[in-house]
């Protein structure tokens, strides 16, 4: 089991930036690519962003390729979303994720939510313009 509490949400103007984190307990840490996905209102939960259990691969969903950077510390048991150049549709609740990898697939990144274990409570972004 694994537990998830993401922090650091908040408002913040149109070309702005936000740091979110995501503190993880249970489990070895880095045996899970890590996830940050977000759901605006009405709309369904899309990827954002993915890091594999080393760091060694990321990805990133197009609309925020060039923005937005995933990093992990696995002495900290902690991921991150650094948040640049923010724009009023990045408005969301920002949820991370754990999908727990082995063997050939450790480096894989999964970027579909059935693909992931667990989940934190989310966090709220709000991007005014």
């Known amino acids: 089991q694994v537990q998830l509490v993401e922090s650091g949400g908040g408002l913040v103007q149109a070309g702005g930036s936000l740091r979110v984190s995501c503190a993880a307990s249970?489990?070895?840490?880095?045996?899970?690519?890590m996830g940050w996905f977000r759901q605006a209102p009405g709309k369904k939960r899309e990827f954002v962003a993915g890091?594999?259990?080393?760091?060694?691969?990321?990805y990133y969903a197009d609309s925020v390729k060039g923005r937005f950077t995933i990093s992990r510390d696995n002495v900290k048991n902690t991921v991150y979303l650094q948040m640049n150049s923010l724009k009023p549709e990045d408005t969301a609740v920002y949820y991370c994720?754990?999908?727990?990898?082995?063997?050939?697939?450790?480096?894989?990144?999964?970027?579909?939510?059935?693909?992931?274990?667990?989940w934190g409570q989310g966090t709220q972004v709000t991007v005014s313009s």
């Open positions: 249970g489990r070895t840490f880095s045996s899970y690519t």
């Open positions: 994720a754990a999908n727990f990898v082995a063997g050939p697939r450790r480096y894989d990144v999964a970027t579909m939510v059935d693909e992931y274990d667990y």
């Open positions: 890091i594999s259990w080393n760091a060694g691969n990321t």
